[in-house]
């Protein structure tokens, strides 16, 4: 599926809350699936830009990251606890603008492994 960015957004809200119920807007996340040559690690991944202050202002226990298929059909869903990215924060990359950019891998030998970080913090083990 070749939906604008909205879209898919609100594709991915609606997978989170069809499985979880009424998940506020600002506990999810959504991201399209970047195959190698459009991703900046060179591998296929799902790009997520969370704001620091925003884990950390206690609003989400829990974010909801949903990983577009390959196919634009359907998502993969996390449900992945606040607290465990604030302890690996150190392995994540964090920009200068305060934003926590993971890059999530869409390969099997490293699944949802973050690509972007030096911690190469996993995140298989939060798929739902």
Same mark, same amino acid.
């Given at each position: 599926? +070749?939906d604008?960015?909205?879209?898919?957004?609100?594709? &991915?809200?609606?997978?989170?809350?069809?499985?979880?119920?009424?998940? %506020?807007?600002? !506990?999810i996340?959504?991201?399209?699936?970047?195959?190698a040559?459009?991703?900046?690690?060179r591998?296929?991944v799902w790009?997520?830009?969370?704001?620091?202050?925003?884990?950390?202002? &206690?609003? !989400?226990?829990?974010?909801?990251?949903?990983?577009? /298929?390959?196919? &634009?059909?359907?998502f993969?869903?996390?449900?992945? %606890?606040?607290?465990?990215?604030l302890?690996?924060?150190?392995?994540?990359?964090?920009?200068?603008?305060?934003?926590?950019?993971l /890059?999530?891998?869409?390969? +099997?030998?490293?699944?949802?492994?973050?690509?972007? &970080?030096?911690?190469?913090v %996993?995140?298989?083990?939060?798929?739902?």
């Amino acid at each position: 599926m +070749n939906d604008k960015p909205q879209e898919k957004r609100k594709r &991915g809200i609606k997978a989170v809350r069809e499985r979880f119920g009424a998940v %506020p807007k600002q !506990c999810i996340s959504v991201s399209r699936f970047y195959p190698a040559d459009k991703s900046w690690t060179r591998s296929p991944v799902w790009f997520f830009n969370l704001s620091l202050a925003r884990l950390e202002d &206690g609003e !989400c226990e829990v974010v909801f990251l949903a990983c577009e /298929h390959e196919t &634009g059909e359907e998502f993969c869903l996390l449900k992945v %606890p606040v607290s465990y990215l604030l302890e690996t924060l150190s392995g994540l990359c964090v920009s200068q603008e305060e934003r926590v950019l993971l /890059h999530l891998s869409a390969r +099997n030998e490293d699944w949802l492994v973050d690509l972007r &970080g030096k911690g190469r913090v %996993p995140f298989a083990k939060f798929e739902v």
